[in-house]
C-alpha cells in the first residue's frame, strides 16, 4: 500500500494571481486590463504607471510567483504529493484561459485552485472566481459541450498557522532592526489594501468578513509577537492604496494618515505589518516601502516594514496541508482544519451571493453561486 500523500480526486494545482508588467513597454496595456469597463481617463493610467516606471517598468508579483510555485513543487516533492501545479494571472501573461486550455490538453479533468489573497471579498475572491467562469465557458464554447475540467478553490487562510506563524517571526525580525532605544516603544500598524465600504459591507457570506477577518489575523500576529517579546504593543489596522474617486467612502483610515496621528500620539516608533498581502508586490514597494516610509521619515518616525510570507517554508506548507485537507474531505474524510483564533476555518464553498459584484452579476465558478 502507497504511504504516499492521496490528493485525489484532483490531479493538479493551479496557483491565480493578480499578475503584472514585466517591462515599460506593459505597463499601460496592464493597467488597461485591470481597470478596464470602469471608464479611467488614460491620463490617471499614465499616472499610475509612473509608479511601475520607477521600478523599471516590472511590478515584483510575476517572479515571485515563479519561486512560490518552485518552492511549492519542491515541497510536493519531498513529501509525495503527485500533484503537478500550473499558474495563472488575471490581468497578465499567463492568462488564465491559456492556462487552463494547456491544463484540459494536458489531461487535467479536476484542479484546486490556490488564490495569492488570504481574505473574503469580491477582489479577493469572488472576481477571481468569476475569471474562471468566463475562462471555463471559453473552454466549453470551443469543445462545442461542457468545459473540460472542473475547479475547486481552497478556502480563505488568513487565520492558518501557516501564514499567522510567518508573519509572527518576521515580525520580531523586523522589529530587532528598529533602534534600541524606541523599538520596545513601537506600535504596529497593520496593512491592507482599501476598498469602498459597500464592498467591505457586503464581504463574506452575511457581510463585514474583510475587516473582521483582518483584525483577527491582526490580532493573532499582534498576540504571538507578544508572546515572542514579552511586550503587549499598541496595535491598529490600517489601509493603504485607495483609488477610487473621492465622493466614494472607503475603508480608513489611511497609512500616512496613521503614521501622522501616531507621531502626534507621541509614539515611539512603528513596524508597518502588511497583513493584507502575500507577498512584496507593487503595492508593498511602493505605496509602503516608497510612500510610507518617506512619510514617516519625514515625521521623523523610525519605521521598519516588515516582509510578507513570500516563499516562507511554513506558508508552502500551508498549501500542501490545503490541498490535502480538500482532497480528503472531497474524499468524505474529515480532515483536521487548521485555524487560530474565535473565526475557525472559513468555508470550502462560497455560498450564493457572497462577495456580490459592485457593478453588475455574473456567473462565478468554484462556489455555489
Same mark, same amino acid.
Given at each position: 500500500?502507497s ?8 490531479d ?5 494571481s ?6 515599460p ?5 496592464? +493597467?488597461e486590463?485591470?481597470?478596464?469597463g ?6 490617471r ?11 523599471g ?10 519561486? +512560490?510555485?518552485?518552492?511549492i ?9 503527485? +500533484? ?5 494571472n ?21 484542479a ?19 475569471n ?26 488568513f487565520?492558518h ?29 497593520f496593512?491592507?489594501h482599501?476598498?469602498?465600504?459597500a ?13 473582521? /477577518? ?25 489601509? /493603504? ?6 465622493? /466614494? ?5 489611511d497609512?500616512?494618515d ?10 515611539a ?5 502588511p ?12 505605496d ?8 514617516a521619515?519625514?515625521?521623523?518616525l ?18 500542501r496541508e490545503?490541498?490535502l485537507?480538500r482532497?480528503a ?5 474529515a ?9 475557525g ?9 457572497c462577495?456580490?459584484n459592485p457593478?453588475?452579476? +455574473? ?7
Open positions: 500500500m504511504s504516499r500523500p492521496a490528493a485525489a480526486p484532483y493538479a494545482l493551479l496557483l491565480l493578480f499578475g503584472g508588467p514585466e517591462g513597454e506593459d505597463v499601460i496595456p496592464f +493597467l486590463n485591470v481597470t478596464r470602469r471608464g479611467i481617463p488614460r491620463e493610467l499614465a499616472e499610475v504607471g509612473e509608479h511601475y516606471h520607477a521600478f517598468g516590472v511590478s515584483p508579483i510575476n517572479q515571485q510567483c515563479r519561486e +512560490l510555485i518552485a518552492a513543487e519542491a515541497d510536493f516533492a519531498a513529501v509525495g504529493v503527485d +500533484l503537478p501545479v500550473y499558474w495563472a488575471r490581468n497578465w501573461e499567463p492568462y488564465l484561459p491559456g492556462t487552463l486550455r494547456r491544463m484540459a490538453g494536458d489531461g487535467v479533468r479536476r484546486l485552485v490556490f488564490v495569492t489573497s488570504a481574505y473574503a471579498s469580491y477582489s479577493g475572491c469572488r472576481q477571481y472566481r468569476e474562471l467562469a468566463a475562462a471555463l465557458a471559453g473552454l466549453a464554447e470551443e469543445s462545442g459541450g461542457t468545459a473540460p475540467l472542473a475547479l475547486d478553490k481552497l478556502r480563505h487562510y487565520n498557522p501557516g501564514f499567522v506563524e510567518p508573519m509572527v517571526r518576521r515580525t520580531v525580525a523586523a522589529l530587532a532592526e528598529l533602534p534600541a532605544d524606541v523599538r520596545d516603544r513601537a506600535h504596529l500598524a496593512s491592507t482599501s476598498i469602498p465600504l464592498q467591505a459591507d457586503g464581504s463574506g457570506p452575511d457581510g463585514g468578513a474583510y475587516v473582521r /477577518q483582518h483584525e483577527e489575523a491582526a490580532a493573532l500576529v499582534a498576540a504571538g509577537v507578544r508572546e515572542a517579546t514579552g511586550l503587549d504593543r499598541p496595535w491598529r489596522l490600517v489601509y /493603504q492604496s485607495r483609488s477610487g474617486p473621492p465622493t /466614494q467612502p472607503w475603508l480608513e483610515p497609512i500616512g496613521h503614521l501622522e496621528s501616531l507621531r502626534d500620539g507621541g509614539a516608533a512603528v513596524a508597518i505589518v497583513i493584507g498581502f502575500v507577498s512584496d508586490h507593487m503595492e508593498v514597494r511602493y509602503l516601502d516608497t510612500e510610507a516610509l518617506r512619510t521619515a519625514k515625521l521623523g523610525p519605521a521598519v516594514r516588515v516582509p510578507t510570507v513570500g516563499t516562507d517554508p511554513r506558508f508552502v506548507t500551508m498549501v490545503l490541498v485537507e482532497a474531505a472531497e474524499r468524505g474524510e480532515p483536521v482544519r487548521c485555524a487560530l483564533g474565535a473565526l476555518p472559513s468555508h470550502d464553498v462560497c455560498p450564493a451571493g462577495c456580490p457593478r453588475r452579476p +455574473l456567473p462565478a465558478a468554484a462556489g455555489a453561486g
